[in-house]
Nanobody, 125 residues
């Protein structure tokens, strides 16, 4: 059974940092593009950051450029999202996702095959 399990969410003050992790099991994700999405009750799920299969290419949403960093460890089958200078607008449930056997990063949630259960990030002002 394929599973993606996120961790690292929580409550943080504006300006603070969090590091999200997503560990995969059940299959090797080294052949996949990986991404982090986020969703609020008011908005559809949107991509925050994505990383290509080999890690050479990274995509960031404009709203997080310069503040968030995505990385991956294919040996550990894990993807990370380092979030710095957090803002209240970053409050959401964050999901990791994999795009099977994909080299590049796609930005639509419908293109991703496996999803984690989500981890909640709350940024207080």
């Amino acid at each position: 059974q394929v599973q993606l399990v996120e961790s690292g969410g929580g409550l943080v003050q504006a300006g603070g940092s969090l590091r999200l992790s997503c560990a995969a099991s059940g299959r090797t994700f080294s052949s996949d593009a990986l991404a982090w999405f986020r969703q609020t009750p008011e908005q559809e799920r949107e991509i925050v950051a994505g990383i290509s299969r080999g890690g050479a290419f990274r995509y960031y949403a404009d709203s997080v450029k310069g503040r968030f960093t995505i990385s991956r460890d294919n040996v550990k089958n894990t993807v990370y999202l380092q979030m710095n200078s957090l803002k209240p607008d970053d409050t959401a449930v964050y999901y990791c996702a994999s795009d099977t056997n994909r080299q590049g990063v796609r930005t639509s949630a419908k293109d991703y095959d496996y999803w984690g259960q989500g981890t909640r990030v709350t940024v207080s002002s």
